[in-house]
């Protein structure tokens, strides 16, 4: 603000203040402080900001007779570009600094939150699915998913790969002490590394066509001597012995078939 004195003199008051983004210096008025509580916009950057946080004040003697403006005299008018202070909107509605919306906010967090129940619900249907493969690669953690499958009502399953197991041998025979019965004989091989399921075994007899005569299908309690645990399943590398007793002597079988397979 200008103060005059009576030799002609006059003193400006100048309000120096400076952008804390761009650093730009630029003058301000009290009437533009006041206005908006001190807010500013910088010209160069449009950054807003509390002018009065970073005032400055010097004092500057100029010649009334020269006719100009002591504002238009000031050294920072050349050195430094000065914008024009542009309205500021008062607190709250200012298009800068948007007032955040709650719900909004909120949305982003329930998404992540719904997506992880989802991965996790995922996650589980497949481990209750797979968990027989899942115990066949990791053997320590068996006795854990049996333990959560007796909660759940379920077991775990032995791997059931029938390409891993053979009919080594296999023999119908009447039984020397009583020729009405059958004996079927058979040696099951399972090749594979791990333990497996017990498969199921289908006996067809057969004429002399070859044509089949009677069907029936054994399953491990049928075939398994009961000294053995049918829930430790059939050792990997390892050889079964198989002895069934049958009653067919009325059907005039004269050959059978003999294949595994899983249920």
């Not at 807010?39 to 970073?54: L, P, Q, S």
């Not at 005032?55 to 914008?83: H, I, M, N």
């Not at 990791?138 to 791997?159: H, W």
């Not at 059939?234 to 079988?253: D, H, Q």
Request: hydrophobic share 40%.
């Amino acid at each position: 603000m200008p103060v005059g004195d009576a030799q002609g003199i006059v003193t400006m008051i100048t309000m120096i203040t400076t952008c804390p983004a761009c650093r730009t210096a630029f003058l301000v008025t009290q009437e533009q402080l006041a206005a908006r509580e001190g807010r500013v916009r910088c010209g160069k950057c449009a950054t807003i900001f509390d002018a009065r946080e970073v005032l400055q004040t010097e004092l500057a003697e100029f010649a009334s007779e020269s006719g100009d403006r002591p504002e238009d005299q000031l050294p920072y008018t050349k050195a430094v570009a000065f914008p024009e202070p542009e309205p500021v909107a008062p607190r709250g509605t200012d298009p800068v600094f948007p007032a955040a919306d709650p719900e909004r906010a909120r949305r982003p967090a329930r998404w992540v939150a719904g997506s992880t129940l989802l991965a996790l619900a995922l996650m589980t249907q497949l481990a209750f699915h797979y968990r027989g493969e899942i115990a066949l690669l990791f053997p320590e953690i068996r006795p854990t998913l049996a333990e959560l499958c007796t909660d759940l009502g379920c077991d775990v399953p032995l791997p059931r790969r029938a390409e891993l197991i053979s009919i080594e041998s296999s023999d119908l025979q009447a039984d020397p002490a009583n020729p009405s019965v059958m004996v079927l004989t058979a040696t099951l091989r399972n090749r594979a590394a791990f333990a497996q399921s017990h498969p199921s075994l289908e006996l067809t007899l057969t004429d002399l066509q070859d044509q089949p005569l009677a069907r029936r299908v054994l399953a491990v309690q049928d075939y398994l001597e009961r000294s053995m645990s049918v829930e430790a399943g059939f050792p990997g590398n390892s050889e079964l012995p198989v002895k069934v007793y049958m009653e067919a002597s009325l059907l005039k079988a004269t050959g059978y078939r003999l294949y595994l397979f899983f249920p």
